[in-house]
């Protein structure tokens, strides 16, 4: 188990504002089993990709930054079936050329759904699949707010995950996920992510990760928004480095940085996030 509660919480470091729902691992939680995690994201951007993909500076004071908190909660209802929960509170910073700044602040997109184990490989590998709904918890008819598309959605992902093989390293485990999302709107989006990670125990309590995230997302709407709340048709590739500790076997923390090298039609965003973890 607690191999399994360090893979879960690795994979909680997608960091923050590019795709704060992708907070879970394909590890069941455990049938009455209970994963608490407040987190807190950083998402800053001053230059941009364009449509092909090249590198364009900003404008000289321009820029969007956005910061969130957001609680995530997971209950096992069995041994193979957990029931997901996330709710973010956004605040955002949109500095425009001409000096004027845009501020939002609310709560963002509920994220909820279920994850069931498919198949477990003598419980050292994992096959599990997931199905969630997106709702938005702001005004919807608001024109003005910036939180989200406004628009409910759903999610389906597969993940695969466990400890790595002997024949790659004597210890560490990985995750992979591939997942496709559908808002629903005549604009879309439609998302399809891949995400591949790894993580290795440097001693008892301490641990380093690394995580290749790839983004798609597929829309009428061509339109470059700064904020990426609200950007429809764009690419990324998101690599992410963390760092994790274990106080004890029901707390520990996480920080994590990020940088997107290449992208199209979307910010050049670098970022973190810190999170703690209590198993309950």
């Not at 790595?164 to 439609?190: C, H, M, V, W």
């Not at 309590?205 to 700064?226: C, M, P, V």
């Amino acid at each position: 188990m607690k191999k399994q509660l360090r893979c879960i919480l690795s994979i909680l470091l997608l960091t923050g504002m590019l795709l704060p729902q992708k907070l879970y691992a394909g590890w069941p939680i455990g049938k009455y089993r209970d994963l608490v995690i407040p987190s807190m994201f950083l998402y800053h951007q001053t230059d941009r990709f364009d449509i092909d993909g090249r590198r364009i500076k900003g404008d000289p004071g321009a820029s969007f930054t956005s910061y969130s908190a957001n609680l995530y909660v997971g209950y096992g209802l069995s041994r193979r079936l957990d029931l997901i929960a996330s709710v973010p509170f956004v605040y955002s910073q949109n500095r425009l050329f001409d000096g004027r700044t845009i501020t939002n602040r609310g709560l963002g997109d509920l994220y909820m759904g279920l994850s069931y184990n498919l198949v477990n490989f003598n419980y050292v590998r994992f096959l599990s699949f997931q199905v969630s709904g997106i709702a938005p918890l702001y005004n919807r008819k608001n024109p003005l707010s910036d939180l989200g598309y406004g628009n409910y959605g759903a999610e389906t992902k597969l993940m695969y995950c466990g400890n790595l093989p002997k024949s790659i390293a004597s210890k560490g485990y990985f995750n992979t996920e591939l997942s496709f999302r559908r808002y629903f709107d005549e604009q879309g989006p439609s998302q399809v992510s891949l995400s591949a990670m790894v993580g290795y125990p440097v001693s008892r309590h301490d641990q380093f990760g690394l995580e290749l995230l790839y983004l798609r997302s597929i829309s009428s709407n061509k339109t470059f928004n700064a904020n990426i709340n609200n950007a429809r048709d764009y690419s990324f590739f998101k690599p992410t480095l963390n760092y994790g500790h274990q106080f004890s076997r029901r707390f520990s923390t996480f920080l994590g940085g990020y940088y997107t090298p290449i992208g199209r039609n979307t910010g050049v965003g670098y970022g973190g996030s810190l999170q703690l973890i209590f198993k309950i």
